[in-house]
């Protein structure tokens, strides 16, 4: 068994910067939070990411300012808590559950979270800056992504996208 290297919060601040984007640490209301730089199709933009202390077991959540992203549901961003619906919390969950039945290590699977936050953020963000782009009201229904709540559970589970 390899030897725990810290907390899921600094296994996954150190995993962020080794992936060639910035980040540093920031109080909010007396909680850390990350903020770092991911890329997208407009460019790069600084994203929060908080709730790390457990991201090894559901994902943390990420927001980010800009102007022109779309804060609406239908856009993958949860309006009431600020946060942007990036993955699904049953994927996640599943994902990393299987990763610690098979022993492995939490720094290797701190890798696998962060690389799955930039990619799954960059191609949301790239989605955000299309939309601002083009003047897209709704989400594309080309652009593949689950549904919301039961459905896109079950969409999950039967290894489908939501249907346009």
């Not at 601002?132 to 594309?140: A, I, S, T």
Request: hydrophobic content about 40%; glycine content about 8%; overall charge negative.
């Amino acid at each position: 068994m390899v030897k725990d290297s810290g907390s899921d919060f600094s296994r996954f601040f150190r995993h962020f910067l080794t992936m060639e984007v910035s980040g540093r640490m920031v109080p909010f209301m007396g909680e850390e939070r990350m903020l770092g730089i991911i890329p997208h199709a407009g460019g790069a933009s600084m994203v929060e990411i908080w709730e790390l202390d457990h991201a090894l077991f559901s994902p943390p959540a990420v927001n980010c300012r800009m102007p022109w992203v779309n804060r609406q549901v239908s856009w993958h961003y949860q309006v009431f808590n600020f946060r942007f619906c990036w993955v699904m919390q049953r994927e996640w969950s599943d994902w990393f559950a299987n990763l610690r039945s098979q022993g492995t290590p939490a720094d290797v699977m701190a890798m696998d979270a962060t690389a799955w936050l930039v990619g799954a953020m960059s191609y949301v963000l790239s989605r955000h800056w299309t939309g601002y782009e083009y003047g897209l009201v709704d989400w594309h229904p080309e652009w593949q992504d689950y549904s919301h709540g039961h459905d896109g559970v079950r969409e999950y589970l039967k290894g489908t996208y939501r249907k346009p």
